[in-house]
């Protein structure tokens, strides 16, 4: 699998890679990125690279043939899919010279940190996990997940998911916001039906990751947004008290709902900079 990969930040020492959530691409990570460029210096940290790669089938990333995602399941959903992205994120920073990074990924991102840290955790060397879970979806998930990514391609257009954009009553206050909506939408609406069925496939045949959580052994953030309909602290907090062997930070951002790094990205890039200075510490230790 190629990834296009967008380049923050240049830099030496630990590469912070950032996954971006479902329906968008790395674009979700714009504003977020720069603050944490900018307060790097500040928090007394060499500048590092600061990468956000576009899944499979997002923004630049072309849609794998059916050689590279794998084998099909009846029910459609690609079942080693996000073992093979995740080889891939790895593959990426490899090539370029690094061994190990730190990874953080949100919502579907999560998914696939997590994933990373299942196949190479000599690769990671902290992990962040914002407004994820570790499940595998439900039987009930999982078929409207393949519902969707089915509506998406024999109607052409990415109608489906365009309902991550509307603003609800009990939304947060920046996502009811005009600019807010007008801005996801188009985000969302940039994307291609092929794209946004493929990313549904791979994480509906995902595998349920929570016995990885007491295998984590670096430092970690896990962040939600306090609106969070989906990954709510209800759901994040457990995820913290698994990580059993890590130093984690549990952070809930006020007035937040689930794409916490885009509605306030200067509190999430706060905690991701704590987060690669706690990398940076362990690593010279």
């Not at 900018?38 to 899944?55: K, N, R, S, V, Y």
């Not at 196949?119 to 902290?126: K, L, N, Q, S, Y």
């Not at 489906?160 to 807010?180: C, E, G, I, N, W």
Request: proline share 7%.
């Amino acid at each position: 699998m190629a990834l296009h990969n967008t380049i923050y930040a240049d830099g030496q020492g630990l590469p912070l890679i950032l996954v971006h959530g479902f329906p968008v691409d790395h674009r979700m990570w714009d504003e977020c990125a720069q603050q944490i460029a900018h307060m790097t210096e500040q928090a007394g940290l060499e500048p590092f690279p600061i990468w956000a790669p576009d899944m499979p089938g997002a923004g630049e990333s072309a849609v794998p043939d059916e050689s590279a995602t794998g084998p099909i399941a009846e029910d459609g959903a690609y079942e080693q899919a996000m073992d093979r992205l995740a080889d891939a994120y790895v593959q990426l920073i490899r090539d370029a010279g690094y061994q190990r990074a730190v990874w953080v990924g949100l919502s579907m991102g999560g998914y696939v940190v997590l994933d990373i840290h299942r196949r190479h955790p000599d690769a990671v060397a902290a992990i962040g996990l914002l407004d994820t879970k570790a499940d595998a979806d439900s039987d009930e998930a999982r078929t409207r997940r393949l519902h969707i990514a089915q509506e998406c391609e024999s109607s052409q257009t990415v109608d489906a998911v365009m309902h991550f954009a509307a603003p609800q009553l009990h939304d947060s206050t920046v996502k009811r916001s005009a600019d807010f909506t007008a801005m996801f939408a188009a985000l969302i609406q940039s994307q291609t039906p092929e794209g946004v069925a493929w990313r549904q496939r791979m994480a509906a045949g995902r595998p349920d990751l929570n016995a990885e959580l007491p295998k984590i052994a670096v430092p970690a953030l896990v962040l939600c947004g306090d609106l969070d309909p989906s990954s709510p602290p209800a759901v994040m907090e457990p995820i913290s008290q698994a990580m059993t062997r890590s130093e984690v930070q549990m952070r809930v951002i006020e007035d937040c709902g689930h794409f916490s790094a885009t509605e306030h990205p200067l509190q999430v890039a706060e905690a991701i900079v704590d987060l690669v200075g706690q990398a940076v510490k362990a690593s010279n230790h």
